[in-house]
């Protein structure tokens, strides 16, 4: 929804209009889940092998019990801004609902493709424009929440084994024996640790790179809500 308009002073410059795009509860479940993504790969680290020790009895500090303890709030917290994006994808404005989010329509892959070659200088010219996400970014978001699914499954099994019987491992126990045990369980959610990992400084590259070659306020949309777009371009999902 255009709220306002800037024009360039400059002769020849374009002019901008703002859009608004994100809703608030969106944005504060951003900022929330990659703090509760950071706190879970410093606390999961050191589960998996402590970094550094302290002094004395371990009944004394209880270190690990209050770094599981920090994980597994945080698990819960991550868990809680996954339901809010749930329901969001069904009730969200058209930037935020299913379809703007996951790449499900044949013009979607089409332009995927222009992203592709656009991203790897291939056709830097041919990129379609988005107000929303491209398809690229579609696509890496449906993957990391498709990973994300995976932690919160595999985590809570792990979390299950310390009380047999429990909730956890009543409703999550099914896991270890898909995966070929807990010690391939622990292995997987490993691994999938470090697609977080991998992801965070690829997806603030991207969100860079956007705000310094198509200057519309790429970064700043996810703290105020919008973004300066430019009025002589077509947008895919305007």
């Known amino acids: 929804m255009t709220v306002g308009r800037v024009e360039d002073a400059a002769r020849g410059a374009p002019s901008y209009r703002f859009v608004h795009l994100w809703h608030t509860p969106l944005r504060v479940m951003h900022w929330v889940a990659a703090l509760a993504i ?20 371990a009944s004394s500090h209880y270190l690990m019990g209050r770094t599981r303890f920090i994980h597994f709030a945080a698990a819960a917290v991550l868990v809680t801004t996954g339901i809010f994006r749930l ?28 992203q592709v070659k656009a991203y790897t200088l291939v056709r830097p010219e041919a ?3 988005f ?24 985590g809570f099994y792990l979390y299950g084994l310390s009380n047999p019987g429990g909730f956890f491992y009543s409703a999550f126990g099914w896991v270890g024996p898909l995966l070929g045990g807990a010690q391939t369980v622990r292995f997987w ?50």
Not at 38 to 57: D, S
Not at 87 to 106: D, M
Not at 137 to 146: A, D, E, R, V
Not at 204 to 223: C, H, K, P, Q, W
């Open 38 to 57: 950071v706190v879970l790969a410093v606390t999961g680290f050191y589960i998996g092998k402590p970094y550094f020790m302290t002094q004395g009895e």
């Open 87 to 114: 329901y969001g994808l069904l009730v969200g404005n058209r930037y935020e609902r299913l379809q703007a989010l996951f790449p499900i329509r044949s013009r979607d892959w089409t332009n995927l493709w222009k």
């Open 127 to 129: 990129a379609p424009h």
């Open 131 to 154: 107000l929303g996400h491209n398809p690229l970014q579609q696509l890496g978001y449906t993957g990391i929440y498709m990973v994300a699914v995976a932690m919160v499954f595999t």
């Open 189 to 238: 959610h490993h691994v999938l640790a470090w697609v977080f990992i991998i992801f965070l400084p690829v997806h603030l590259y991207f969100a860079v790179r956007a705000d310094v070659t198509e200057r519309e306020g790429s970064i700043s949309s996810m703290i105020n809500g919008g973004k300066f777009v430019r009025e002589d371009l077509t947008y895919e999902d305007d």
